[in-house]
C-alpha cells in the first residue's frame, strides 16, 4: 500500500512540474502574441497611411480579399 502511494505521489509531483512547465510557456507565448499584434498594428497603420498619401479616396489595408 506504501508503494502505491509512493507512486502516485511521484507521478503527482511529475504532473505538477509539468503543469508548472506549461504555465510559463503559455504566459510566454501571450507575451509574444501581445507584440506581434502590436507589430501588426502598427504594420497596418503604416500601410493604410501610405495608401492615403498614395491619393488612395478609401483606406482599405484591412479589407478583405474579393474572394473571400
Known amino acids: 500500500m506504501e508503494n502505491r502511494i509512493n507512486q ?3 507521478r503527482v509531483a511529475h504532473l505538477l ?3 508548472d512547465d ?9 507575451t509574444e502574441i501581445a507584440i506581434l499584434t502590436r507589430r501588426v498594428q502598427l504594420l497596418m497603420e503604416r500601410e493604410a497611411a501610405r495608401e492615403y498619401a498614395d491619393g ?3 483606406i482599405v489595408g484591412d ?3 474579393p474572394h473571400y
Request: charged residues 45%; aromatic residues 0%; proline residues 5%.
Open 8 to 10: 502516485l505521489e511521484e
Open 17 to 19: 512540474k509539468s503543469v
Open 22 to 30: 506549461m504555465s510559463d510557456i503559455v504566459a510566454r507565448q501571450d
Open 56 to 58: 488612395a479616396a478609401e
Open 63 to 65: 479589407e478583405r480579399p
